[in-house]
Each structure stands twice: as C-alpha cells, then as structure tokens.
C-alpha cells in the first residue's frame, strides 16, 4: 500500500483536491479562500486540525492506493 497527503478544500458546497498548499493558490486566491498562503502554511494543517473560516473549510487527509506490480521484473 501506498500513501500520499492530500487536500480537500471545501467552499460553497463544492469539493476540491490539492496535492499540496501550494496547489490551492494556483486556482484561488487569498480573497477567495480567506487565509493567505503564509498564514495556512503558519496554521499548521493536520488530518485532526483543519481549518475552517466562513468561505471555506480546508482539511488535510491520507490518499491510500494500491501499489502496482505492472512492468516489474525478476
């Protein structure tokens, strides 16, 4: 199994997902979200600390996936 963080930015009943903070200003901006990247970096965004204001809420989870095999000789 594999493992990778991921991002889900909630706002305005609609769902998105980041592969990264830095990810999240590359399609909103400060005013959409309401924080700016700094202060979300300073925030310290965790799977049991997420983040929420009156635009959004931003929470950070674990992507788990399957580890593949394909192409892999012996």
Known sequence: ?????VIHLNTNGVDYYFGSLSAIYSVF???????S???L???GLDVDHPYSNSKVVIKE????SARGER???E
Do not use: P
């Not at 901006?29 to 924080?35: L, Q, Y």
């Open 1 to 5: 199994m594999a493992e990778r963080k």
């Open 29 to 35: 901006n400060k005013e959409d979200i309401g924080i």
């Open 37 to 39: 990247y700094g202060s």
């Open 41 to 43: 970096r300073n925030y």
């Open 61 to 64: 989870g674990v992507l788990i």
């Open 71 to 73: 192409g892999k000789r």
